[in-house]
C-alpha cells in the first residue's frame, strides 16, 4: 500500500488532557513511508518497533507523534487476517473470566455488554456463556466473519467511532487492548460513555508503560511495537477516564494465559521444537500464566 503524508497527522496538544505542553522523548525506528501493515496483526513479533514518541509534561501520556490517521488505521485493521490469534482461544478465555467477575461485583448483577474491538469474538462467546447478553463492534473483515461462522456472534463491521448504537443503553463496555491502537482515545471514551446507561461500568485494558516488565525490558518491551500508537500509566488513563465523566471503582495489573506453543513460536530461535509434530500438539496444550502484570485492568463508572 503507498502511503501519503494525510496517512499521519502532527499533533500539538495531548490527545489525552489536552495540554500544549508536549515533548518528544524518542526518536522511532519505523519507517514512516514503507510501512507494511502486515506489522500491525494481533500476534505480530515486532516487538521494539516504535514510532516517533512525544510525552505530555502534564499529565505524563506517551504517544506516537505523528499519528496515523482515523481513516488509515481504518483500512489497515479492515484488511488484517490473523489465525494464530483464533488458535489460542482457550487461553484468552482464561484471560478474561476473572473481567466478568469483577463487572458482577461492581455491577451486582449482569445486563447487556458492548465489546469494542471485539476480534473474533472469544469474550464475547465466553460473556454469553455466562448469562450477558452480547454486542460488539470490530474493524477486521475477517474477525468479524470469523465470529459469525464460529460463535454464531453477530458482531458490528467498521470503526467504534462511526457505527451507530443505542444511546444510554448497555451495562457494560469494554475495550480489552483497543483504547491503545486507535488516534483519538478521548473520542471513544465519550462514546462509550453515550451508550452506558447510568452507573454502567467501562472496563479497559492497555499496556503499562510504567510497569516493572516495560522498565526491564526498556526499549526491547513486547507493547512497542507498530500498532502501539498511545502507551497510558496508571496515572494518565485515570486522568481520561475523570474528565470523560467516569468514577473509578478498581485498578489491577492484568494477567495474560498463553500455551507454551505460542509463546515459544514469539522467538525465532526456538522455532525448531514446534517442527516435531509431537512436541508442537504438546505444547499446545500446555497453559502458562504470565504474571507479568504489565498492562493495567480498570474499571470506571458512569456518573452524572
Ligand atoms: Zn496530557
Given at each position: 500500500m503507498k502511503k501519503t503524508t494525510s496517512d499521519f497527522f502532527i499533533r500539538t496538544e495531548c490527545p489525552v488532557c489536552l495540554s500544549s505542553h508536549i515533548k518528544q522523548v524518542k526518536k522511532g525506528n519505523i519507517p514512516y513511508y514503507d510501512f507494511d501493515p502486515d506489522q500491525i496483526k494481533i500476534t505480530d513479533k515486532e516487538y521494539g518497533k516504535i514510532w516517533d514518541l512525544s510525552q505530555c509534561e502534564d499529565c505524563t501520556h506517551v504517544f506516537a507523534n505523528p499519528c496515523p490517521s482515523p481513516d488509515y488505521i481504518q483500512s489497515l485493521y479492515s484488511q488484517i487476517k490473523d489465525p494464530s490469534y483464533e488458535e489460542e482461544a482457550e487461553g484468552r478465555e482464561k484471560n478474561f473470566l476473572p473481567i466478568l467477575w469483577n463487572l458482577i461485583e461492581i455491577l451486582s448483577g449482569k445486563g447487556e455488554i458492548f465489546d469494542v474491538g471485539a476480534a473474533t469474538g472469544i469474550f464475547l462467546n465466553l460473556a454469553r456463556k455466562y448469562g450477558w447478553t452480547p454486542a460488539g463492534v470490530e474493524t477486521s473483515n475477517w474477525a468479524v466473519d470469523t465470529a459469525a461462522e464460529k460463535y454464531h456472534l453477530r458482531i458490528n463491521k467498521g470503526a467504534f467511532e462511526s457505527v451507530e448504537l443505542k444511546k444510554n443503553h448497555y451495562q457494560v463496555v469494554t475495550m480489552i487492548d483497543f483504547i491503545e491502537h486507535i488516534p483519538h482515545p478521548q473520542k471513544a471514551v465519550h462514546k462509550a460513555r453515550r451508550i452506558l446507561r447510568q452507573d454502567g461500568v467501562l472496563c479497559l485494558v492497555t499496556p503499562n508503560q510504567k510497569s516493572l516488565a516495560a522498565k526491564i525490558s526498556g526499549?526491547?518491551?513486547?507493547?512497542?511495537?507498530?500498532?502501539?500508537?498511545h502507551y497510558f500509566n496508571k496515572s494518565s488513563l485515570q486522568t481520561l477516564l475523570k474528565d470523560s465523566g467516569f468514577q473509578i471503582k478498581k485498578i489491577r495489573n492484568y494477567c495474560w494465559t498463553f500455551s507454551a506453543h505460542y509463546l515459544i513460536s514469539r522467538f525465532e530461535s526456538l522455532s525448531?521444537?514446534?517442527?516435531?509434530h509431537f512436541l508442537s500438539s504438546f505444547f499446545k496444550k500446555i497453559p502458562i500464566k504470565l504474571a507479568l502484570g504489565d498492562s493495567i485492568e480498570i474499571y470506571a463508572q458512569k456518573k452524572e
Open positions: 526499549s526491547k518491551w513486547w507493547h512497542f511495537r507498530p500498532a502501539h500508537i525448531f521444537l514446534l517442527k516435531n
